[in-house]
């Protein structure tokens, strides 16, 4: 089965800093989507960026970037200049391609904390 | 304005009073899903559905029902609800089930009692 590990519960960064989040994962498959979601105190789920596994190109969402390392199936958020609003959970996420009937299996979340 | 509609946003019950969590949305979609979060175990996949009439168990189905009888909604039933289905509930959509990003409702806070 496949899982979803982020193994850092809790981080905090200084405003304008940069910070990463931790993603791994387990699978079998060759085909696969990852994203990163954003949770603010709202509740509201955002999505961050995805990244397709057949591509090699890290994505990027201008602050936001991904270091996707298929072989290590490490999949880690990089947040850039680092703002108040940032603040938030973050919850990566995989699901297979044309797989499992689309059963998306999310982390246990990165509480993110920003200090100004 | 395209969105996934969850109501209601709180809900606080007793103990075995049957309810029913809404969810729909307007954009057409095709697949829609439930999640509970729960603090420390992330998001986990309640049941979900592929189209109108087409539902499937995911994670921790146990407790709940669904039906998918228009392709717009989308409800979570919970015939007898019990303290331990005490959680944060999301319903959410997309075009297909693998490769375009879930439109999330704002959640629907239970609170069994």
């Known amino acids: 089965a496949q899982t979803v590990t982020q193994s850092q519960p809790e981080m905090s960064v200084q405003e304008a800093e940069t910070v990463t989040l931790s993603c791994t994962y387990d699978t079998s498959e060759s085909d696969y989507y990852l994203f990163w979601y954003k949770q603010p105190p709202s509740r509201q789920m955002i999505l961050v960026i995805r990244?397709?596994?057949?591509?090699?190109q890290n994505a990027t969402e201008n602050r936001f970037s991904v270091n996707f390392q298929k072989a290590a199936k490490s999949f880690s958020l990089k947040i850039s200049d680092s703002q108040l609003g940032d603040a938030a959970m973050y919850f990566c996420?995989?699901?297979?391609?044309?797989?499992?009937?689309?059963?998306?299996?999310f982390g246990k979340g990165t509480k993110l904390s920003v200090k100004p | 304005e395209a969105q996934v509609t969850q109501n209601p946003r709180y809900l606080i019950t007793v103990t075995g009073k049957k309810l029913t969590v809404t969810c729909s949305q307007n954009m057409n979609h095709e697949y829609m899903s439930w999640y509970r979060q729960d603090p420390g175990l992330g998001l986990r996949q309640i049941y979900y559905?592929?189209?109108?009439?087409?539902?499937d168990k995911g994670d921790v189905p146990e407790g709940y029902k669904v039906s998918r009888k228009e392709k717009r909604n989308f409800p979570l039933i919970l015939e007898s609800p019990s303290p331990n289905q005490t959680s944060l509930y999301f319903c959410?959509?997309?075009?297909?089930?693998?490769?375009?990003?879930?439109?999330f409702g704002n959640g629907t806070r239970l609170t069994v009692t």
């Open positions: 990244q397709e596994a057949y591509k090699q």
């Open positions: 959410a959509s997309s075009r297909s089930s693998y490769n375009s990003p879930l439109h």
């Open positions: 559905s592929m189209n109108v009439e087409v539902t």
């Open positions: 996420a995989y699901t297979n391609y044309g797989g499992s009937q689309g059963n998306l299996i």
